[in-house]
């Protein structure tokens, strides 16, 4: 017991502190786990000092038949180590550099590690679980939800009916609103662009989606002036607005800084058993959405500077507007009749091409720009109307565009001089700003906040549009999965390495720790023993970073688990190191000491381990299975990290950080009789180190005799050197 409380004590330290790490994740399942398997190990260090000692001594293990075969299959493994550690100490320059490559060509695989959380990929694909969810899309349709909202704030909001209360300036401020109906036909174009781009006639991932849309008649389409078909179809929705409302797909915000927003629900379903990465789905699926959005925030701009100009010239609220870029959704039309139909599976959730982005706007921007404010859009094509350089500062393109209320810019083309059309012109638009800067990647998995008001969204009193559901939030689980690997292992890194710093401090006492030089010693030896305690974590992850191994939950639980065990198996290593050291053995000779001491239970506790482990590979929930699959395999690579990769760093020059502080005693003997390690090639004799003052007996000499058995032998002075920490 005196021997090994402390060895004990810092190794189940080190695991509960492996395990307390996974406390850093904000998935509740692994801060669990982290927790009580942390405290299951400290109460397995009380039971193996408190309980285990009194059940030995009250019922003594009888000599067994199997003493002799587990002594030769002992000396077995022993042999074998010992071979293994006499090369090492012989050529550790060798086994360094190929440990330092492999860890380095392997750890270039992290950088590529991708996570899942799918919820039915956790389940083997024979489990009646996927039976039943094959069932129920092959006969019914996708059941993944995916859900988007669209917002309109309530300065977006047309008025129903015309109100005797409203003054001049608000009737000219409803000309830039959307009615009932066109928020509704916002929707759905929004809803047919993702059901054509991803729908069974596109992509195939989705089915069909719903909305409160999908309860309406078919919309009329938009005309220029006034229409009494939509006018009545506007009426109706505004009688049919409460029934819309107790729907479940139209809402309004009661309270809060986005009060009176409008909020409109469109619901989409992905195949639960499609290898379909919902990060990478929600990334796409703005690419379809937000040229839609954007249209309609130009649409806005145009209005407003069509009323602008309508208070200037005390006229009628109607204009004409010039779109530069692009030959108008006809050229769309024509373009698509032309194109083979795209393979779905080639293009499966991909990213639409930048020019598909801006067909897309372009056909919704044209539709917004259909109404009764707007009497002509005209669209200037340079690939079918070049303009030469001076043509475009001209003085007949200058009236040519001045004719028109408003300019948008749909594609900045480089035969425009835009900094002239800007000056010559006072309300420019510039579309293709507004799509880039929908189009731009978000921070965080989702554009805007559900619960955030429109006041505060990127774009404030505008439409905008909400990603939710099951998809979003799996996505975001994703990356905090990544984020919490990460942070566990550096948590689980950076303590057990404190840990580490104290227990290989050269200092003979508490105070003597505090020291500069002590101090550095302490850190140095510290962070280098880490390096063969990362070596399974960088070996097995890399290689799964290179194979494209997808990282779970289970698979996650395992890179700290498997830190804090192979700690214990360098403390050991090392305990049996400096203990040597202490008897006054060099550092090669202790290094051959400790591998005659912890070699073989090492590799016994590790066979044991591994194969108690692995029943759960046998698992038909994927993540049980993945962890016990990749904890054999970590507990294998920490063994070649602390039997191979370790030896050789304390065989090095480097290891010279791990020896104790040499005291000399003056009544026996001088500072020219020291022998000093650094002069010691391969192996001194033991005899000539060991420390042989006068209460030393001849059963500690024979059993460091015994204890060593260095394969090579070179004589060195006989000096008595006394070593004490």
């Excluded at 009749?337 to 930048?354: H, L, Y």
């Amino acid at each position: 017991i005196k021997h090994a409380l402390l060895p004990c004590s810092l190794a189940a330290l080190t695991t509960a502190i492996g395990l307390m790490s996974l406390c850093s994740s904000n998935i509740l399942p692994i801060r669990k786990f982290g927790i009580f398997s942390a405290l299951g190990v400290i109460a397995t260090l009380a039971l193996l000092f408190l309980y285990l000692p009194s059940a030995l001594t009250v019922f003594p293990p009888a000599a067994s038949k199997g003493t002799d075969a587990a002594r030769r299959t002992h000396n077995i493994i022993l042999r074998f180590w010992e071979k293994i550690g006499s090369f090492i100490i012989r050529r550790h320059w060798y086994v360094n550099a190929v440990c330092i490559v492999a860890f380095i060509g392997l750890g270039l695989g992290l950088f590529q590690i991708k996570t899942s959380v799918q919820l039915l990929k956790m389940f083997d694909s024979n489990s009646q679980i996927i039976r039943d969810y094959a069932w129920l899309e092959e006969h019914f349709g996708r059941l993944v939800p995916m859900e988007l909202v669209v917002r309109f704030p309530e300065s977006l909001q047309r008025p129903g009916e015309a109100d005797e209360t409203l003054t001049q300036e608000d009737l000219r401020q409803a000309r830039t609103q959307l009615s009932l109906l066109e928020r509704a036909e916002a929707v759905s174009r929004i809803q047919t662009v993702m059901q054509d781009e991803f729908g069974y006639k596109g992509q195939n991932i989705v089915g069909q989606g719903m909305s409160a849309i999908t309860f309406l008649r078919d919309i009329p389409d938009p005309t220029r002036g006034f229409d009494w078909q939509r006018t009545a179809f506007d009426r109706l929705l505004q009688k049919s607005r409460s029934e819309l409302l107790d729907s479940d797909y139209l809402a309004v915000e009661k309270d809060g800084l986005a009060e009176g927003t409008e909020l409109w629900r469109v619901s989409l379903r992905l195949g639960a058993l499609n290898d379909v990465d919902y990060g990478e789905f929600v990334k796409t699926l703005r690419t379809v959405v937000e040229p839609v959005v954007a249209s309609y925030r130009v649409r806005h701009e145009v209005l407003q500077a069509i009323v602008e100009e309508s208070k200037q010239s005390q006229g009628r609220i109607i204009g004409n507007v010039l779109v530069l870029g692009h030959s108008g959704p006809k050229a769309i039309a024509t373009e698509a009749a032309s194109a083979d139909s795209p393979d779905a599976n080639a293009t499966a959730n991909k990213p639409v091409a930048p020019a598909q982005a801006l067909s897309i706007f372009v056909k919704s921007l044209s539709a917004c720009l259909t109404n009764e404010s707007i009497k002509v859009t005209w669209w200037h094509d340079p690939a079918v109307l070049p303009l030469t350089k001076e043509a475009a500062v001209s003085s007949e393109w200058s009236d040519y565009i001045k004719r028109y209320s408003c300019v948008v810019i749909a594609d900045p083309h480089p035969d425009y001089n835009l900094d002239f059309i800007r000056q010559q012109h006072p309300h420019v638009i510039d579309a293709s700003a507004m799509l880039v800067q929908g189009l731009a990647p978000r921070d965080g998995y989702n554009q805007n906040v559900a619960s955030q008001p429109v006041e505060l969204t990127t774009h404030p009193g505008q439409m905008d549009v909400v990603y939710t559901g099951v998809v979003p939030v799996v996505y975001k689980a994703q990356r905090t999965l990544l984020v919490s690997l990460i942070e566990s292992v550096a948590w689980a890194f950076v303590l057990i390495a404190g840990v580490m710093a104290c227990l290989l401090s050269p200092a003979r006492s508490f105070l003597g720790a505090f020291k500069p030089q002590n101090l550095l010693q302490s850190f140095g030896s510290g962070a280098i023993s880490m390096v063969p305690n990362v070596f399974p974590l960088v070996i097995i992850f890399g290689i799964m970073g290179h194979m494209g191994t997808l990282v779970d939950i289970g698979t996650m639980m395992t890179a700290s688990v498997a830190m804090g065990v192979a700690v214990d198996d360098t403390i050991h290593f090392l305990t049996w190191f400096r203990d040597g050291l202490k008897r006054g053995l060099d550092r090669k000779q202790a290094i051959f000491e400790a591998y005659k001491r912890v070699a073989p239970a090492m590799t016994q506790t590790t066979i044991i381990a591994g194969l108690g482990l692995s029943v759960f590979a046998m698992s038909t929930f994927t993540p049980t299975q993945r962890f016990g699959t990749l904890m054999l395999s970590l507990l294998g690579a920490a063994l070649v990290g602390d039997l191979i990769f370790l030896p050789a760093i304390l065989a090095s020059p480097i290891g010279r950080l791990f020896m104790l502080r040499p005291v000399v005693d003056a009544g026996q003997c001088s500072p020219e009789q020291e022998v000093l390690d650094s002069q010691s090639v391969d192996y001194a004799p033991h005899r000539a180190v060991v420390s042989m003052n006068p209460a030393a007996t001849r059963e500690q000499a024979s059993d460091v005799d015994s204890a060593i058995k260095p394969p090579k032998m070179l004589k060195t002075h006989g000096a008595h050197v006394r070593r004490r920490i």
